[in-house]
């Protein structure tokens, strides 16, 4: 199974900046899209930011104009730079690989967990 490590969550002000951090197999994710994902308590798990093998990018609508996905194959990571950040984006944050139909295929981590007070 597939697997990367997220990192970098934290406990923020609202209107802080945070940057998380994805790391696995370079094989993995110097060839596929990757996505972000992140799911809040009582809340089904979203798509909040999509990087593509080539370096597009989708954002939720709730994430636009805040967040930044980003990627570098040579250190083998794929990073989410939050900026403005809001209570409501208050969450788990997953990452992992997508198939060529956009769906996740990688084992689900632990996640890193990102608070913003207000």
């Known amino acids: 199974q597939v697997q990367f490590v997220e990192s970098g969550g934290g406990l923020v002000q609202a209107g802080g900046v945070l940057r998380l951090s994805c790391a696995g197999p370079?094989?993995?994710?110097?060839?596929?899209?990757m996505g972000w994902y992140r799911q809040a308590p009582g809340k089904q798990r979203e798509l909040v930011a999509r990087?593509?093998?080539?370096?597009?990018?989708i954002y939720a609508d709730s994430v636009k104009g805040r967040f930044t996905i980003s990627r570098d194959n040579a250190k083998n990571t794929v990073y989410l730079q939050m900026n403005s950040l809001k209570p409501e984006d208050t969450a788990v944050y997953y990452c992992?690989?997508?198939?060529?139909?956009?769906?996740?295929?990688?084992?689900w981590g632990q996640g890193t967990q990102v608070t913003v007070s207000s």
């Open positions: 992992n690989p997508l198939s060529q139909t956009l769906n996740p295929f990688g084992s």
């Open positions: 370079g094989n993995i994710l110097g060839i596929y899209a």
């Open positions: 990087i593509n093998s080539s370096g597009r990018t």
